[in-house]
């Protein structure tokens, strides 16, 4: 799909994002959910400038990409998510706030994309390094909100009588935030095994508020976005945990990922009739890349790779409980590198997908 046609379809933010000054951007931290809707509206409007082909001051985005990356600001948020995924254990009526925060909590690991779709002559494509780094980051985030989701499970839905519709709210919600967050570990599958000079033209960013919002059967709102810079074409992604029934979505601008159908997070679960089926288990998918990447066995990565240094304890705790979730045995299940196979030619048949054509029935096909 042509950028252009593309960023055409959302409506234009009244405000300038890309003008804001240094002293209304620190007065965003004095409330708790502004900053990180400000920061969400101003990668909108670095991206939509780019679909526009609209002038950029290189300089001034720099600064900021800068500060967005910075220890203190990655720190606050990352005490803002926690914070109100412990509050909405008790107070269920924030749960939409969680699913605001996961753009920052799936951006800040894909912050590479960002520089070089920004400033390519300053920062070059990701690598194949770069990329399973970004993985590997992704993958820890999603087991920690697995370990999360498991005691919610355990301390409100395994002990309440009925289960109210709030706490199965909350529990979706978190099931929908992990497979958000292990969605790209797939996707950048697909873009590693490209060859390098494809794969320095191939973008995958999550979709900031302007992008992802949108409503009614036409929404093209977005998780993610799947660019080729070269091509000038974009496709829009939505990740969906189990995927049921005819999209609502506008299929000539977006595809999906499936949790169930395209990452493969399902376990054997017994009926109450002696039969068994196959239930959604968002968390497989992460676990089995942090279990089985040939980068993250060598110990001395977490020392000579940077986007690794300070993740050693992280990771090894990942790995712990990743072998405490069923099915992922060591070695064994390579469930991304199947999500990859399934992925490829449809990322690529979107990506690449001519303005006049339509997608037939996609939530249906297969």
């Given at each position: 799909?042509?950028?252009?046609?593309?960023?055409?379809?959302?409506?234009?933010?009244?405000?300038?994002?890309?003008?804001?000054?240094?002293?209304?951007?620190?007065?965003?931290?004095?409330s708790l959910m502004e900053p990180a809707q400000r920061w969400s509206n101003y990668f909108s409007h670095l991206l939509n400038a780019y679909f526009m082909s609209e002038p950029l001051e290189g300089?001034?985005?720099?600064?900021?990409?800068?500060?967005?990356?910075?220890?203190?600001?990655?720190?606050?948020?990352?005490?803002?998510?926690?914070?109100?995924?412990?509050?909405?254990?008790?107070?269920?009526?924030?749960?939409?706030?969680?699913?605001?925060?996961?753009?920052?909590?799936?951006?800040?690991?894909?912050?590479?994309?960002?520089?070089?779709?920004?400033?390519?002559?300053?920062?070059?494509?990701?690598?194949?390094?770069?990329?399973?780094?970004?993985?590997?980051?992704?993958?820890?985030?999603?087991?920690?909100?697995?370990?999360?989701?498991?005691?919610?499970?355990?301390?409100?839905?395994?002990?309440?009588?009925?289960?109210?519709?709030?706490?199965?709210?909350?529990?979706?919600?978190?099931?929908?935030?992990?497979?958000?967050?292990?969605?790209?570990?797939?996707?950048?599958?697909?873009?590693?095994?490209?060859?390098?000079?494809?794969?320095?033209?191939?973008?995958?960013?999550?979709?900031?508020?302007?992008?992802?919002?949108?409503?009614?059967?036409?929404?093209?709102?977005?998780?993610?976005?799947?660019?080729?810079?070269?091509?000038?074409?974009?496709?829009?992604?939505?990740?969906?945990?189990?995927?049921?029934?005819?999209?609502?979505?506008?299929?000539?601008?977006?595809?999906?990922?499936?949790?169930?159908?395209?990452?493969?997070?399902?376990?054997?679960?017994?009926?109450?009739?002696?039969?068994?089926?196959?239930?959604?288990?968002?968390?497989?998918?992460?676990?089995?890349?942090?279990?089985?990447?040939?980068?993250?066995?060598?110990?001395?990565?977490?020392?000579?790779?940077?986007?690794?240094?300070?993740?050693?304890?992280?990771?090894?705790?990942?790995?712990?409980?990743?072998?405490?979730?069923?099915?992922?045995?060591?070695?064994?299940?390579?469930?991304?590198?199947r999500a990859a196979e399934r992925l490829r030619g449809r990322l690529f048949a979107a990506l690449y997908k001519n303005d006049a054509e339509s997608d037939d029935a996609d939530s249906e096909e297969?």
């Amino acid at each position: 799909m042509n950028m252009r046609s593309f960023a055409e379809g959302f409506d234009k933010d009244p405000i300038d994002y890309g003008s804001l000054s240094r002293r209304e951007w620190q007065g965003a931290t004095r409330s708790l959910m502004e900053p990180a809707q400000r920061w969400s509206n101003y990668f909108s409007h670095l991206l939509n400038a780019y679909f526009m082909s609209e002038p950029l001051e290189g300089e001034e985005v720099s600064r900021s990409l800068q500060a967005y990356t910075s220890d203190s600001n990655q720190q606050l948020t990352h005490n803002v998510v926690r914070n109100i995924e412990r509050i909405a254990f008790h107070h269920l009526s924030i749960v939409s706030y969680t699913n605001k925060l996961n753009f920052h909590t799936i951006n800040q690991e894909m912050i590479p994309y960002w520089k070089h779709l920004m400033e390519p002559e300053v920062h070059a494509a990701p690598d194949y390094i770069d990329i399973s780094v970004m993985q590997a980051r992704l993958g820890v985030r999603a087991l920690q909100l697995t370990r999360t989701r498991q005691i919610f499970y355990e301390q409100t839905l395994l002990v309440a009588p009925e289960p109210t519709d709030e706490e199965l709210q909350l529990d979706q919600a978190f099931a929908g935030r992990i497979t958000e967050l292990e969605a790209p570990i797939a996707a950048l599958e697909v873009l590693k095994q490209q060859m390098s000079d494809t794969r320095e033209n191939l973008v995958l960013i999550p979709g900031p508020s302007r992008f992802e919002s949108g409503r009614g059967k036409d929404s093209r709102a977005s998780d993610f976005l799947l660019l080729d810079t070269e091509e000038s074409q974009v496709a829009g992604i939505q990740v969906k945990t189990n995927l049921r029934g005819k999209s609502k979505y506008d299929q000539r601008f977006i595809t999906f990922i499936d949790g169930v159908k395209h990452l493969g997070n399902t376990v054997e679960a017994h009926r109450t009739d002696g039969t068994t089926t196959r239930k959604a288990y968002p968390g497989l998918l992460a676990a089995d890349f942090i279990l089985n990447d040939e980068m993250l066995q060598r110990q001395s990565a977490y020392s000579r790779i940077e986007g690794l240094q300070g993740m050693f304890g992280h990771i090894l705790d990942a790995k712990s409980f990743a072998r405490t979730l069923p099915e992922p045995a060591d070695g064994l299940d390579q469930r991304t590198t199947r999500a990859a196979e399934r992925l490829r030619g449809r990322l690529f048949a979107a990506l690449y997908k001519n303005d006049a054509e339509s997608d037939d029935a996609d939530s249906e096909e297969e």
